[in-house]
Nanobody
Framework: QVQLVESGGGLVQAGGSLRLSCAAS????????MAWYRQGPGKQRELVADITKGGSTSYADSVKGRFTISRDNAKNTMYLQMNSLKPEDTAVYYC???????????WGQGTQVTVSS
C-alpha cells in the first residue's frame, strides 16, 4: 500500500493563503493520479482537485482560479496552493492516491484548515 502524510494546515484570515503538502511513501510505483479532498463541518467529503502523473489537472468549480495543485514526482510529494481563502474553505483536507483503474491505494490522515472571517 501507499502511506500519505499531509502537512501545512492551520488558521488563516479570509483572503490569506496556505500551502498544503502530501508526502507519499511505500508502493510509489502504483500511484497514478493524486488528489486533494476536503470535508467541512456537517458536510460530505468532496473532491477539491486532482493531478495525473503526467501533470493534467482538474478542479472543483468552487476553487477554480484560487487553488493550484501540483506534484513533484522526484520527491513523491503533492502540493495544494490555496489563495484568496474564504471561510467556506474551512475543512479537513485529505490527500488521496489512486492507482490502476483509478482505485484508491491510500489516504492521508487529514490536515485542518480554518479560515476566519
Amino acid at each position: 500500500q501507499v502511506q500519505l502524510v499531509e502537512s501545512g494546515g492551520g488558521l488563516v484570515q479570509a483572503g490569506g493563503s496556505l500551502r498544503l503538502s502530501c508526502a507519499a511513501s511505500g508502493k510509489i510505483a502504483s500511484i497514478n493520479t493524486m488528489a486533494w479532498y476536503r470535508q467541512g463541518p456537517g458536510k460530505q467529503r468532496e473532491l477539491v482537485a486532482d493531478i495525473t502523473k503526467g501533470g493534467s489537472t482538474s478542479y472543483a468549480d468552487s476553487v477554480k482560479g484560487r487553488f493550484t495543485i501540483s506534484r513533484d514526482n522526484a520527491k513523491n510529494t503533492m502540493y495544494l496552493q490555496m489563495n484568496s481563502l474564504k471561510p467556506e474553505d474551512t475543512a479537513v483536507y485529505y490527500c488521496n492516491a489512486r492507482g490502476e483503474y483509478l482505485l484508491s491505494v491510500g489516504w492521508g490522515q487529514g490536515t485542518q484548515v480554518t479560515v476566519s472571517s
